[in-house]
């Protein structure tokens, strides 16, 4: 398993390789990539999530499995807002803010989805959304606050009515009322789907080539959060997922490597929002994004040896 992940970090590399030469070689610019982040979050992920729960057929088992996604997901997010509290120190002229929120919120969608569809088929995707969906709430919510101060209840509406919540509506309904696509159309939606790890982690390459690499990697602080973020977190959830041997291991290591994934882009997105340092922002997504190639299959590695030892 953590070789098939490995392969897939290989893969997503290079697709990013192939968004940042598209920035640097001009083809492609900021706003292109706002554009291209624009259309795979508001149309391709949705279509994904949608035909993630119409290609899984209705069994009570997954129901339950369902629900433990969200209650693992839920408590998971609550261990690493207290663990970046404990580790991520005020300290004046240091951006606690920006870094706790790099720290407890992932790239899940981008990142997540593809790994977890090439490590668990559709059920991988099918979990993944059960878990956006705690994400979303999460985010628009701790998350929003954490960086402003303030709740943004405007936004938060605005986010459980996004494409992708709509999507996970719908596509509840067509799983729980047994629907099916037509073929031409589950078809036309497989090509869509298909597009998310592409265009996905091209968008994401334009992302991490804007940022100041060379700088990045010269601030100490950047690797202590990535640390964090990318190790740390990841460990103390392996430990604390590895006795729940009543929850099924597909659902703990899906929700463990959404939380390993790197630092959301939410958080550059936010800080151009509200005036803040959106520079140090993408320099902690860059770098966690590059790392997490290699921290990612390490991760699934330790998880799975350690299932195998509780077996």
């Known amino acids: 398993m953590a070789g098939i992940i490995l392969k897939q970090a290989v893969l997503l590399l290079l697709l990013n390789l ?30 994904l999530v949608v035909t993630a729960y119409a290609d899984v057929e209705y069994q009570p088992e997954l129901v339950k499995n369902l629900l433990w996604t969200f209650v693992l997901a839920a408590a998971a997010y609550g261990i690493v807002i207290l663990l970046a509290q404990f580790l991520i120190r005020k300290k004046d002229g240091r951006e606690t803010a920006i870094e706790r929120f790099s720290v407890v919120y992932s790239n899940c969608g981008f990142m997540g989805i593809p ?70 159309l589950q078809t036309a939606c497989g090509y869509v789907s298909g597009l998310n790890t592409p265009l996905g982690m091209i968008a994401s390459g334009i992302s991490v080539a804007q940022a100041n690499l060379p700088r990045a990697f010269r601030n100490p602080r950047v690797y202590y959060v990535s640390a964090v973020k990318l190790i740390l977190v990841p460990l103390v959830l392996c430990l604390l997922f590895l006795p729940l041997t009543f929850i099924p291991d597909n659902i703990r290591l899906v929700v463990m490597l959404l939380m390993a994934a790197p630092s959301a882009t939410m958080c550059t997105l936010q800080c151009q929002k509200h005036g803040m340092n959106d520079g140090y922002a993408s320099h902690i997504f860059a770098v966690t994004t590059l790392l997490s190639m290699l921290t990612m299959p390490l991760m699934v590695k330790l998880f799975t040896f350690g299932q195998s030892l509780l077996q």
């Open 18 to 47: 192939v968004g940042m030469i598209a920035y640097r070689t001009k083809i492609v610019d900021a706003k292109g990539g706002r554009q291209f982040s624009a259309f795979v979050l508001e149309i391709v992920t949705p279509v």
């Open 115 to 184: 790994l977890a569809s090439a490590l668990l088929g559709t059920e991988g995707v099918f979990y993944c959304t059960a878990f956006l969906t705690v994400f979303f709430v999460f985010a628009w919510t701790h998350g929003i606050l954490l960086l402003t101060g303030q709740h943004d209840r405007k936004a938060l509406l605005r986010k459980l009515t996004s494409p992708t919540m709509i999507g996970i509506v719908i596509g509840l309904l067509l799983f729980f009322f047994r629907i099916h696509f037509p073929e031409l």
